[in-house]
């Protein structure tokens, strides 16, 4: 059964930093890209970032580039998102998926950001 267990949200100022970790059971990361996702209040779940398997190239969001990183560790099975210069528009819950994707979503991990 593929789960993802989202973790390491909070509440931050503008300008702060935080780190998202993503645990994933049920299939091995290396074999599958990954990415992060997140849903703001109110709007629906949008892409932000995706990391390749083959080559471990990345791709993200206009609006977090240069400010998030997204990365894996497969030997754990874990998928992470560095998040920089938090926005207040960065507010929203933030999940992790694999392409293609799978149906059953974690509980994601909520962000707030204000001050």
């Known amino acids: 059964q593929v789960q993802f267990a989202e973790s390491g949200g909070g509440l931050v100022q503008p300008g702060g930093s935080l780190t998202l970790s993503c645990s994933v059971s049920?299939?091995?990361?290396?074999?599958?890209?990954v990415s992060w996702y997140r849903q703001p209040p109110g709007q629906g779940r949008e892409w932000i970032a995706h990391?390749?398997?083959?080559?471990?190239?990345?791709a993200y969001l206009d609006s977090v580039k240069g400010r998030f990183t997204i990365s894996r560790d497969n030997a754990k099975n874990m998928i992470f998102l560095q998040m920089n210069d938090l926005k207040p528009e960065d507010t929203a819950i933030y999940y992790c998926?694999?392409?293609?994707?799978?149906?059953?979503w974690g509980q994601g991990t909520r962000v707030t950001v204000s001050s």
């Open positions: 990391h390749f398997s083959h080559n471990g190239a990345t």
């Open positions: 049920g299939f091995f990361i290396s074999n599958y890209h």
């Open positions: 998926n694999r392409s293609p994707l799978v149906p059953s």
